[in-house]
């Protein structure tokens, strides 16, 4: 089967390179791409890592596009130690082996010391923006693996999920000569900080143009205007909060600012945090102090997805939630319906062994993190957003689950929302492809000043 034509542009981008990053939108075939690219460098020994959604989906692409040419090892079984020792054995093996281990596992001591006791003729990083942080320990194993690996790839469709920034530790991986190893000098260059003595304290970016010339250098990219897929809607079903969560809210939204005007610092961790019992509130409960169990406080959101599940039935309808707490409502309001709940999350796996939807399942409640890369849920062409995601990345992510090449049919898109309230400065920035943190902060400070 030919290549497409973007496939083809890219894998004659990267043929003759070191390192590549192939920044290729979901569905565009950068898997493809990749397998040739083993084959044409005739790698013997390969090794790729990736989230822990994606592992079976190397087998199924292995398969697919370099069939009889690698042994494959799926590590995900059995503890860390016995991965490695596994993976040691297969290494010897005479004949050329893949070898897919997960992020989480791969920092493991017993893993991470075979891993770089190792020569690698390809290192693959899928979804390679989980190592866009300078300081976390996967960012500091992908690092170290540079040197390990006579070619480098990483995959992503989103390589700046966040800001301009996230390329820095993709790009120490492929190549340090672009950004260098240190972290404080990218960061000198290319943000704007309000305090020069909180460095996490960035209000804006300069130098973008020369950012994006040196990242040129190592990406190909591809967006989502080379698919032709069905038409995708996005619809709003909204509903008011009830007396009393609305006094709740505002409260809590009145000492935030509050506390902002005092002078505390403004980063994005900070106000992920602080706006986390807002966010909370909206979705129905609360958390009266920090050893408090939630406590529900209103069924606002909980009736619109059952009206929409009801209006729904006979259809496979996904659910994505940012909360362990909304999964557990979509999993009681699929029961009460007598729909068939399954669940993708960081405590249950309901896919098959190629990471799709199963048959059987009529309602499949997802967290982001969990669920928002490598799987496939075309199956389903209805999909809710319960409650929304701070990141655009996971946000395009989780859309990109659905509506992708295999899909059929007009996607549509739910998005439940309290009126009045975070959950429509967090759409409209995603919407808008905008910085989330400003679009909450000025959304709360102008409902104040009303």
């Known amino acids: 089967m ?31 791409v990749a397998c040739d690219l083993l084959k044409y460098w005739k790698t013997q020994r390969v090794l790729v890592l990736c989230p822990v959604s994606v592992m079976a989906v190397w087998r199924r692409e292995f398969c697919k596009w370099a069939p009889l040419e690698y042994l494959v090892k799926i590590l995900d079984k059995g503890t860390t130690k016995r991965q490695a020792e596994i993976a040691a054995k297969i290494y010897n093996e005479p004949e050329p082996i893949a070898v897919v281990q997960n992020y989480e596992s791969a920092i493991m001591p017993a893993f991470r010391d ?28 992908a690092a170290s693996l540079s040197q390990r690996g006579k070619r480098r790839l990483c995959l992503t469709g989103t390589p700046m999920p966040h800001s301009p920034l996230d390329v820095f530790g993709q790009c120490r991986f492929l190549d340090y000569r672009v950004f260098g190893r240190n972290w404080m000098p990218f960061l000198y260059s290319f943000a704007v900080r309000g305090n020069p003595m909180i460095p996490q304290q960035i209000t804006g970016y300069r130098n973008l143009d020369v950012l994006q010339e040196r990242f040129g250098r190592l990406a190909y990219q591809v967006d989502a205007s080379v698919l032709e897929l069905p038409e995708a809607q996005h619809h709003v079903r909204a509903f008011s909060l009830p007396a009393k969560a609305l006094r709740v809210y505002n409260d809590l939204a009145r000492d935030f ?15 992920l945090v602080k706006t986390l019992r807002l966010r909370q509130v909206v979705s129905g409960f609360l958390q009266p102090d920090e050893s408090d169990a939630l ?6 959101k909980k009736k619109l997805l059952k009206d929409l599940l009801e209006d729904l039935i006979g259809e ?6 940012e909360f362990s707490q909304d999964l557990r409502i979509v999993r009681e309001v699929a029961g009460g319906l007598g729909l068939t709940y399954g669940e993708v999350s960081g405590r249950q796996k309901d896919l098959t062994e190629h990471a799709t939807m199963p048959e059987g399942i009529d309602v499949l409640g997802v967290q982001y993190q969990a669920g928002g890369v490598g799987v496939d ?12 995601t701070y990141s655009l990345g996971n946000y395009d992510q989780a859309a990109a689950r659905l509506h992708r090449p295999g899909q059929e049919k007009c996607v549509q898109f739910y998005h439940l929302v309290a009126s009045g309230t975070i959950d429509e400065a967090v759409y409209k920035a995603l919407d808008a492809k905008r910085d989330v943190i400003e ?12």
């Open 439 to 450: 679009s909450v902060l000025g959304a709360l400070r102008a409902r104040q000043a009303a």
């Open 295 to 300: 406590q529900e406080i209103h069924d606002g």
């Open 2 to 32: 030919p290549r497409w034509r973007h496939q083809e542009a890219a894998y004659q981008f990267a043929k003759d390179r070191e390192a590549t990053m192939l920044a290729m939108w979901m569905g565009t075939g950068k898997s493809r």
């Open 377 to 388: 849920f075309t199956r389903a062409r209805y999909c809710v957003f319960y409650s929304p």
């Open 257 to 271: 600012i509050a506390a902002l005007d005092d002078g505390e610092v403004v980063t994005a961790a900070n106000v």
């Open 114 to 141: 075979f891993l770089l006791g190792r020569a690698w003729d390809a290192i693959v990083l899928d979804e390679s923006h989980r190592v866009k942080a300078h300081n976390t320990k996967v960012s500091r194993l």
């Open 316 to 321: 496979p309808v996904v659910v994505f939630c």
